[in-house]
């Protein structure tokens, strides 16, 4: 009986753009820059997904629900 090898898919690991830029900020006044982190529905992407470090990824989120409670950005994407 023959042995089946598994393959694996190597990726390279997703950086933190805040970590390797330091001149990018996380802020809930530009929603240009936070619109990367939300899907087509209007949910808030995955860390693992993103390549943010923990510590962005909870700046990223909070800014992104201070920016939807005064209507910056969406809570929904309206389907059209």
Not at 49 to 71: E, F
Request: net charge positive.
């Amino acid at each position: 009986m023959a042995m089946r090898r598994k393959k694996r898919h190597l990726t390279r690991r997703k950086v933190c753009r805040f970590c390797a830029d330091k001149n990018l900020k996380v802020d809930y006044r530009d929603p240009n820059s936070l619109k990367y982190f939300i899907t087509e529905q209007g949910k808030i992407i995955p860390r693992r997904i993103s390549g943010n470090c923990a510590y962005h990824q909870r700046l990223v989120s909070k800014a992104i629900k201070r920016a939807r409670q005064i209507a910056l950005m969406p809570f929904n994407s309206p389907t059209i």
